[in-house]
C-alpha cells in the first residue's frame, strides 16, 4: 500500500505540498525524516520523536544488517515491532555505506569519513582502511564486517532481501555512490552498475514494500540526465537523487535543475543526505519532496545547536552556534527564545554548556531535541508557505535572497 | 526552614515513616534519593526524574566546584534554578572525593576506583596517581584539580562556602571518609580532624541550609560509638553514617547497631552512598531514613537492569542481570513483566540488548529509567509496609530470610 498525492503546487517554482500514505499511516511533504541509524535515534525515545512530531524516520539498512542482524529484527516482528514505532519507515540500500566504507575512506571525503567514524568509533586511515574494507564488482559490494570480521558480499538481491526482513514502509533500490573526486570515466561505469542493479532491485524486491529507485551521475550533466531518463522509465514508486551531489551548492543546484524535471511529476522525490537550512529551501524550491540527514542530531552531539533568523541566525553562521563558546558560559537565555522544545522551556545556555564541557548524557538529549525541533518546525513553516504561495517569502525571510 | 516528622515507627524493628520538609517541598522517608553529579542525572531529564517520582536529588559539591563552578552556579541563581529543578537537592561536603582521591586510589577500593573512573575517564595509576592528586592534612584536603590542573584546597570552611554558593536544601558537614584498609590508629586520626571540622562546618555553614554531621570511626566499635555520641552533641539538622561501613554486610550491620541507638531519634539519618536491595531493607530496618547512591544509573550504563522477585531477582542474583547476555538476544519481554516504566511497557529485552551491544545513547536512557524506577518503587513499597506493619513481612518476600 503505497500512494502520493500532490495536495499544491507553488506557482512560482517547483516546491510543491504533497501527502504519501503508507501501510503505517501517512506524512505531508515536504518533509525531513529524521534518521534512526541503528533502530535508535540517538539520544532519544519513541515519545520523543512523537512529540516532536516526526512523522517517518530512516533506518540504516547496513547497520541493522550488521546488528543485531536482519534476520533477528525479522524474528522480531520485524522492524516497526522490534523498535515500537507505528509510523512510516524508511530505509536505505547500504549502497552508501559500502561507498563510504570503499571509496570514500581512500578519499577522505569529509562527510563519509564521519560515517565511518559513526561505524568504527576512529578516524579511517588512509593507507590501510580502504584496502581492508570494500571492493565493489559488477555484482556488488564486497567487505569485512568491522563489527564480526567475516566477509559480507552485498549485491541488489541481498539489499532487497535484508530490507523485506527490516520489513520497512519505503526501500531503496540498492546503487553505487559516487565520491565527488572520482573521475568522468569512473562515476560513468559505477552509474552503469546502478542502472543495472535498479532494475535488480525491482525484479528482487518485496512487492508489499514501496521501492525508490536513485538517480545517480556525480557532477556530470550527461550522466545525470542519462540516469534520470533510465531511472523514471522504471517501475519505481518514488525517486532518490543520490550520490555525489558536487563540489559547492551550485552544483547541486545544477543536478537538481537537470534531473528532477525529467522525473514524473506525481511520484516522490527523495535528496538523500542533505539536511541544511539552505539546502532545504533550494531544494524545496527545485522539487524535493522528501530529506533525511543525520545533521540535526550530529550537529547537536558536537555541540552546534540551531536558531532560526529571529534568535540571530543566517545564511552565514548556517543558522547555528556552538554552545561551547565561552561567551554563553553565564548566558541565562534559552538557545533560541522564540523555540517551544523542551530543551529551550527548561533550560539556558549556561547549563546546557556546562553539560556540554561535562560530557553529560543529558546534553546530547536536549540538544537533539533542540536541533530536531528546530528542523522540523521549519519545515512545517515551509509546507505552510507553499499552501499560501509564499514560499519565496519565506525563502527571503530566511536565507536574505530569493536566489 | 527545615523539619523532620517521624509518622509511624515499626514494633519490630526500628524502621520509621517520616516526613522531612525543607524550602523546596517534603519528601517521605525512608527515600531513595537519586544522584545528579554534576547538576544532571545521566541520561535523564527533569521530567523524566519527576515522573520516575523522585522526590529529591543529591548533587556533587566536588564536581559541581570544579565544573562550572559554584561561583558560576551561584550567578545563574544557585543550584534549583541553573538545573531547574524546585524539589529538595542535597549536596555531599566534597570529603568523599578528596578520600578517593588520596588513599582510595593508593588503595585500589573497587566503588572508589569506579568513582575515580567518572571523573577521569580512566582506572587511577596506583603507581602516580595518588601522590599527584590528593594531600590530607588537619585544615583540609589538598588536590590538583583533575580539570583545569590548578591547585585547589578544600577545608570544611570552603566546603561550607562551595555548598551556600549552590544553594542545596540539606548540605553535609566536611568529612574525611577512611579506606576499609585504614588501620586503627590512622582511622582514630581521621576521626579526631572529622570532628574538628564538623565543629567548623557548624560555624562556617549558611544557616539557611539544613546541615547533617557525619558519624565516622571505620569498622572501629570504640571508634564508632565515640563518634556518634560526639556527633550527636553538635547542633546538627540530621545525621549522616559515612565512611568505610567495614568489608562484609555484618560489618555494615554492626556499624548501624552500634551507631543508630546513639543518634537523636527525632532527626534523620542518611546512610551514605548505599543503595544495593539488601543494603536498603537492612538499613531501613535498623533505622536509616535517607539513601543515596549511583549504583541504579551506573549498573544500567554497564548493562545491569534490575528485576523483582516475581521476575526471578533474588538476593543471590543482586536482583538484576546482565542485559548483554545472549540468552536475552531474541528475548520479546520487557526487562521486569511486572514493571511498569517506559522501558518496560515498551521495549523488549532483545531491543535493549541491541542498543546496549551497539552503545546507543538511547540505552543507556532507558535502562537508567528502568533501574531508578525499580529502586523508587521499592521504596515505596517499604514505607507502604512500615505504615502496615508488614516490613518484615515484605524484607522476608525479598531477601527470603528475616535476618
Same mark, same amino acid.
Given at each position: 500500500m503505497f500512494s502520493f498525492k500532490i495536495i499544491k503546487e507553488d506557482k512560482k517554482t517547483r516546491a510543491r505540498l504533497g501527502k504519501v500514505t503508507t501501510e503505517h499511516g501517512s506524512f505531508q511533504t515536504p518533509i525531513f525524516i529524521p534518521v534512526a541509524t541503528a533502530a535508535t535515534l540517538r539520544a532519544l525515545d519513541n515519545r520523543d520523536i512523537e512529540e516532536l512530531g516526526a512523522e517517518a524516520i530512516l533506518a540504516n539498512t547496513y547497520h541493522l544488517h550488521l546488528r543485531p542482524g536482519d534476520d533477528l529484527i525479522k524474528r522480531q516482528g520485524k522492524l516497526h515491532k522490534f523498535m515500537n514505532w507505528q509510523k512510516p519507515i524508511i530505509t536505505d540500500s547500504g549502497g552508501f555505506q559500502a561507498f563510504s566504507l570503499g571509496f570514500a575512506v581512500e578519499h577522505q571525503v569529509g562527510k563519509i569519513a564521519d560515517n565511518y567514524l559513526d561505524i568504527n568509533n576512529k578516524r579511517p586511515d588512509k593507507q590501510t582502511d580502504h584496502k581492508k574494507f570494500a571492493h565493489i564488482d559488477d555484482k556488488g559490494v564486497s567487505f569485512r564486517d568491522p563489527i564480526h570480521g567475516h566477509k559480507i558480499k552485498l549485491t541488489p538481491k541481498r539489499s532487497m532481501e535484508i530490507q523485506s526482513n527490516l520489513g520497512s514502509d519505503i526501500i531503496f533500490a540498492f546503487d553505487e555512490c559516487t565520491s565527488p573526486l572520482s573521475d568522468k570515466a569512473y562515476t560513468k561505469k559505477a552509474l552503469e552498475r546502478t542502472h543495472k542493479w535498479a532494475e535488480q532491485s525491482i525484479k528482487y524486491h518485496d512487492k508489499k514494500q514501496a521501492l525508490f529507485g536513485i538517480v545517480q551521475g556525480g557532477a556530470y550533466k550527461d550522466l545525470r540526465i542519462k540516469s534520470a531518463k533510465y531511472i523514471r522509465n522504471l517501475n519505481f514508486d518514488g525517486f532518490g537523487i543520490g550520490g =555525489?551531489?558536487?563540489? =559547492?551548492k551550485e552544483d547541486m543546484h545544477n543536478i537538481l535543475d537537470w534531473t528532477i524535471p525529467l522525473l514524473p511529476k506525481d511520484k516522490p522525490r527523495h535528496l538523500l543526505g542533505i539536511g541544511a537550512v539552505e539546502d532545504l529551501f533550494n531544494s524545496v524550491e527545485r522539487g524535493i519532496d522528501m530529506f533525511d540527514c543525520v545533521a540535526p542530531t550530529r550537529w547537536a552531539r558536537r555541540g552546534h545547536v540551531y536558531i532560526t533568523p529571529e534568535a540571530g541566525g543566517t545564511k552565514k553562521n548556517k543558522f547555528r552556534f556552538n554552545i561551547? #563558546?565561552?561567551?554563553?558560559? #553565564?548566558?541565562?537565555?534559552?538557545?533560541?527564545?522564540t523555540c517551544r522544545c523542551y530543551a529551550c522551556r527548561n533550560h539556558s545556555r549556561a547549563y546546557l554548556r556546562h553539560l556540554f564541557k561535562a560530557s553529560e548524557l543529558t546534553y546530547f538529549r536536549l540538544s537533539s531535541i533542540h536541533n530536531l525541533n528546530f528542523l522540523l518546525r521549519l519545515m512545517e513553516k515551509i509546507r505552510k508557505a507553499i499552501e499560501d504561495n509564499s514560499f519565496k517569502k519565506l525563502k527571503k525571510e530566511w536565507l536574505g535572497t530569493n536566489k
Open positions: =555525489s551531489l558536487g563540489k =559547492s561551547e #563558546n565561552k561567551i554563553y558560559e #553565564n548566558d541565562k537565555k534559552p538557545i533560541d527564545p
